[in-house]
């Protein structure tokens, strides 16, 4: 589950970790009381006015703004709300601005003694193990760091039966260029962020930028959060940081029906039972000249609703030109899929998309019968092979 920015921040000021202060605003009017207040609790002079969206680049979107008074933060707020903010990591369309954060701005005074970082923490999975990766060059994508100046990305693999060490810590103070005072709340800094991480049960915590600023205080300027959806169950309070506005209509629907649904940019669909089956899936649609439309799986019950309720939202897409149903059949029965490719048909009426199935496993022989008793225009495969070339074929034709 993604955070926005102001709940990530939440969750970090638990822990003790230094962020930029701010409220979030749904109105103007929120937002220039929100200025307002801010000002009688931190006197900045200078307001940052920031989209929250779950996509980063929204500076370069027009989605971050500088106000120096409370009239530039009634137009910029004006302005941002209600946007369709497009970023490098959003759709060409797009995603729609329903809050704003209006910040403080630690930037001020004394700009020239700044220095921004990045610091994340996640999971590596080359070695299982939490690393914390980091750099002195802050304020910029990481990914561009990582290809112009790879000397400049660090990383601290954190055994979990040991946890943080403070040499690692110490590590990343002395790698950021930190002295004095500075390097004291750097090191509290990257404890702090570590709990935040490991309380949370999160796959990714990123601050980018993480600044000293010219008192030499340690601050995260931004926070791109992401919760493990499989240990929601500890945290019902994060429930409420759910913010379905800003996800898929369609992969909301599925997580309803308890569909592995996450929709992509291509234009063959694919129904399957098992991530890894489903990962090769989209291998197989590559190497046939298509693009993956989306990875879905059905899971071990795939039963005849499950799988008309999976054709229903691949069928909903637009781009879909083709529809790939690869099930091995261990847990699942392969007739019951079939079944349920059937029942759709009836259900939804005409589809005029190709479909290519693909069923082994338990029961396939009687799926097999069941799909050529219906009477359906469906394309049956045995191998991995055959799946791929009657993509190809559909595709050119």
Known sequence: MNLHEYQGKEILAKHG??????????????????????????????????AQVHAGGRGKGGGIKLAKNIKEVEKHASDILGMMLITPQTSKEGKKVNKVLVAEDVYYPGEH????????????????????????????????????TPDQIFTEIIDPGVGLTKNQCENIANNLNMKGEAFRNLLQFVNNLYTSYMESDASLFEINPVIKSSDNCVIAVDSKVTIDDNALFRHPDFLD????????????????????????????????????????????????????ANFLDVGGTADAQRVESAL??????????????????????????????????????????????????????????????????????????????????????
Request: charged content about 25%; glycine content about 8%.
């Open 17 to 50: 970790v230094r962020i930029q202060r701010g409220y979030v605003a749904e109105t103007v009017d929120e937002a220039i009381a929100n200025a307002k207040r801010l000002f009688k609790e931190t006197e900045t002079p200078c307001f940052i006015i920031k």
């Open 113 to 148: 003694d700044i220095e921004e970082m990045y610091i994340s923490v996640l999971l590596d999975r080359s070695t299982n193990m939490n690393m914390i990766m980091y750099s002195p060059q802050g304020g910029m994508d990481i990914e561009q760091v990582a290809e112009e």
């Open 241 to 292: 940081y759910r913010d379905e506005k800003e996800e898929d209509p369609s992969e909301l629907y599925a997580s309803s029906l308890g569909l592995s649904y996450v929709k992509l940019d291509g234009n063959v669909g694919c129904i399957v039972n098992g991530a890894g089956l489903a990962m090769a899936t989209m291998d197989i649609i590559k190497l046939s000249g298509g693009n993956p």
């Open 312 to 397: 229903r939202i691949i069928l909903d897409d637009s781009n879909v030109e083709a529809i790939l149903v690869n099930i091995f059949g261990g847990i699942v029965r392969c007739d019951r899929v079939a079944q349920g490719i059937v029942d759709a048909y009836k259900n939804i009426g005409s589809i005029n998309v190709p479909i290519i199935i693909r069923l082994q496993g338990t029961n396939a022989e009687e799926a097999k019968l069941i799909i050529d008793n219906s009477g359906l225009k469906v394309i049956s495969v045995i191998s991995l092979q055959g799946a791929a070339d009657k993509v190809k074929e559909v595709l050119e034709t």
